[in-house]
């Protein structure tokens, strides 16, 4: 009986190892998946800024002239 415990109390805790390498991957797949996306809206937002200060710049050259 104290074999089988030894055992189960093996498989048990090699259930719990298997859910928590599972939970970590998970977890590294949704924050890789929000960094993408973090990065393609930053992009967005620097072509944007970019083209804005190339539109104010323009402006401010021929109110000088």
């Known amino acids: 009986c104290r074999g089988f415990a030894v055992l189960e109390d093996?498989?048990?805790?090699?259930?719990?190892?298997?859910?928590?390498?599972e939970q970590h991957y998970a977890s590294n797949i949704e924050k890789n998946k929000l960094v993408r996306?973090?990065?393609?809206v930053a992009k967005k937002l620097q072509d944007e800024e970019e083209l804005e200060a190339k539109h104010y710049s323009?402006?401010?050259?021929?109110?000088m002239y």
Do not use: P, S, T
């Open 37 to 40: 996306q973090d990065v393609c």
């Open 58 to 63: 323009r402006e401010h050259q021929q109110e």
């Open 10 to 21: 093996g498989a048990l805790a090699h259930n719990l190892q298997e859910q928590e390498i």
